[in-house]
Nanobody, 124 residues
Framework: QVQLVESGGGSVQTGGSLRLSCAFS????????LAWFRQAAGKEREGVAA????????YSAPSVKDRFTISLDRAKNTLNLQMDSLKPEDTAMYYC?????????????????WGQGTQVTVSS
């Protein structure tokens, strides 16, 4: 069982920045992939960014590329998401997830553990 706890959400204006963190309980040596997802009101949950622990390779959704940066602090068992140049369309509940599914990092079915989420609101 892996526990994930997100923090760092809040309300900012367009163009602002936020840094989300996800504290996880498992040793990174036993993990495969960590990711951030988000879900806006009335919309499906979508992948934001992911990191593969064995290689350090990261992926980002086209909508956040060059604005959001995912990073992993192995010493602190923390996954971070630095969000810059925020837009109103980034408003959503943000979730941290981990899983070992073999498919695409954007496929929710590949994740077995999820955090409770942290709300991000961007006003114009």
């Amino acid at each position: 069982q892996v526990q994930l706890v997100e923090s760092g959400g809040g309300s900012v204006q367009t163009g602002g920045s936020l840094r989300l963190s996800c504290a996880f309980s498992s040793d990174t040596a036993s993990m495969f992939r960590l990711a951030w997802f988000r879900q806006a009101a009335g919309k499906e949950r979508e992948g934001v960014a992911a990191v593969y622990l064995a290689t350090g390779v990261t992926y980002s959704a086209p909508s956040v590329k060059d604005r959001f940066t995912i990073s992993l602090d192995r010493a602190k068992n923390t996954l971070n998401l630095q969000m810059d140049s925020l837009k109103p369309e980034d408003t959503a509940m943000y979730y941290c997830a981990t899983g070992r599914g073999p498919g695409s990092w954007t496929d929710l079915a590949n994740y077995q553990y999820w955090g409770q989420g942290t709300q991000v609101t961007v006003s114009s």
